[in-house]
């Protein structure tokens, strides 16, 4: 591309942002709004969360409504239980660039490390190096872990508190067998989804798939730009199940559920791509830079809704209890309405409103669940979650061709109950949460990074029913591994629960 066809090239890309950046889709070099912040369910139940999830096998609580409607059997009295969760969570990026052989102050300057003056737009790197005479490269910060907040490049927190869920369960008996019916108001999504990229190239050196990028970088007359831009994306919001369960008693060992769940729920979303400057590419160690404004930014609302259906059966021995929930596939909805604008000093701001609806074709799951009782006092208890989203399939409303699909995931949960009195229980729980979407340069490319979730929590009887109380940390940490960079990503999350069970 020659220099005299850049205000052309410009013009395509901007075209290309305007009309395709609600579709486009990198996983941390910029992926557009879809389904980000609905892989991992909110989670329900404060005596089930503070057992690390592990509940496919219990019985005898309404809280059993929302792992395995099968566990409800086993409930002799009216039961309401009302729920409230404090949710606070974290993120930071620390982008480590590794300068190498061609293009070394690229490098710095994304870094960080090296801030050019803005009278030098344009000139080669080795004219401004030899022209500068404060020219100064900062030494990084050394001897510290990549995933220390003091080096992070940036970090984002958020709390919220909140109803967590509302349920009832009504035992009957009928034919001389044993039901109950159950209902539920319930946060099913806690969607609090960020990312951040304050380096996001077009095109970008260090991905493997750009291979060949600079072998067009051969003549002093021709370039090839690189825009650097600062990213953002950002979606807030709640969405909820009203559930219905059904549950019986089958046999003396053998329990059956069968539960029904409407989502429904809103997500306010902001994306913006902040032009900083770009570099002309030249030859084999040449390049020129120039700040540049090229500011793109989208809002709106998406709402999503789906019909989900579960079946669960339990079998339960003198000490040991197998629980089996299975989820088959479902369709989650998104409608969404964007507004995108877009501002530079060289043109007029442009505003698009667009709308439509892109769907998620969730496949099949199941839930395989262990509880054993060695001895009185002890219950502990093992769950498998699986579901297979490397089959699920992704309808966007204007296409995309970028779009990368999730990887299967597989949740393991472990948790333990000592009740050294009937009125007191002591509870722990361990999670293994992988994510559905995997870092650039993974060496694995079918699994996703896991956040490790530890938790722990009380549970009393008193004045008709039982309090809970149940604190979890979940911390996820990850890395994208470029050519030319590595992003060393962590999230974090704090949770406090609290909910009373009424027996009547």
């Known amino acids: 591309m020659t220099i005299k066809n850049i205000r052309i090239y410009e013009m395509t890309i901007l075209f290309f942002v305007i009309c395709f950046f609600n579709t ?3 996983q941390h070099r910029g992926d557009n709004l879809a389904f980000q912040g609905l892989s991992i369910p909110a989670g329900n139940g404060v005596k089930a969360q503070a057992m690390g999830g592990a509940y496919t096998s219990a019985s005898g609580d309404i809280n059993a409504l929302f792992h395995n409607p099968a566990g409800l059997s086993g409930i002799d009295g009216l039961e309401f239980s009302i729920e409230f969760n404090s949710n606070d969570k974290a993120w930071q990026e620390n982008q480590v660039y590794r300068p190498a052989r061609q293009f070394v102050n690229v490098g710095f300057i994304l870094d960080g490390l090296y801030v050019p003056d803005p009278k030098y737009n344009g000139w080669y ?5 030899l022209e500068d005479t404060t020219i100064a490269v900062t030494e990084p910060a050394l001897g510290k872990d990549f995933y220390d907040e003091d080096v992070a490049d940036w970090q984002r927190s958020k709390n919220d508190f909140g109803l967590n869920h509302v349920a009832l369960a009504v035992p009957f008996k009928l034919a001389n067998r044993s039901f109950v019916v159950s209902a539920a108001y319930n946060k099913k999504y806690q969607v609090r989804d960020y990312d951040r990229n304050h380096t996001h190239l077009v095109p970008h050196p260090g991905f493997t798939y750009y291979e060949g990028l600079f072998e067009r970088v051969v003549d002093p007359a021709d370039s090839t730009r690189m825009y650097w831009s600062d990213y953002e994306r950002e979606r807030t919001g709640k969405l909820w199940d009203m559930t219905f369960g059904f549950a019986m008693q089958l046999s003396k ?3 059956l559920g069968l539960a029904m769940s409407r989502l429904s729920g809103e997500t306010e979303e902001a994306q913006g791509l902040s032009r900083v400057a770009y570099f002309d590419l030249v030859s084999a160690n040449i390049f020129r830079f120039s700040y540049d404004t090229l500011d793109t930014r989208t809002t709106g609302t998406s709402e999503f809704s789906a019909m989900k259906f579960k079946i669960g059966t339990i079998f339960e021995f003198e000490r040991i209890n197998i629980g089996l929930n299975l989820s088959p596939g479902y369709t989650l ?3 969404w309405n964007n507004t995108t604008t877009t501002n530079s000093p060289t043109m007029q701001s442009e505003t698009i409103t667009e709308s439509g609806q892109d769907e998620l074709k969730v496949p099949f799951s199941y839930a395989l669940g262990l509880s054993i009782h060695p001895v009185e006092p002890f219950t502990i208890a093992f ?3 699986n579901t297979n989203y490397s089959k699920a399939e992704f309808n966007f409303a204007q296409g995309d061709s970028t779009h990368r699909g999730w990887v299967d995931q597989t949740i393991y949960s472990f948790g333990l109950e000592y ?4 009125w007191l229980s002591v509870l722990g729980g361990y999670r293994y949460l992988p994510e559905v979407y995997v870092p650039d340069g993974a060496a694995i490319k079918d699994r996703g990074p896991a956040a490790d979730s530890f938790s722990f929590g009380v549970s009393l009887k008193l004045f008709y029913g039982r309090l809970d109380a149940a604190y979890e940390i979940r911390r996820l940490k990850y890395y994208d591994s470029y050519l030319s960079n590595t992003n060393y990503v962590m999230e974090e ?9 009424i027996s009547l």
């Open 24 to 26: 486009a889709s990198a």
């Open 125 to 129: 790197d080795y004219e401004a190096f």
């Open 333 to 335: 909805k998104r409608d």
């Open 383 to 385: 769950d498998m979650r």
């Open 493 to 501: 999350m704090n949770r406090f629960l609290v909910g009373y069970v």
């Open 253 to 255: 060992n053998i329990k």
């Open 419 to 422: 009740s050294p009195w009937e």
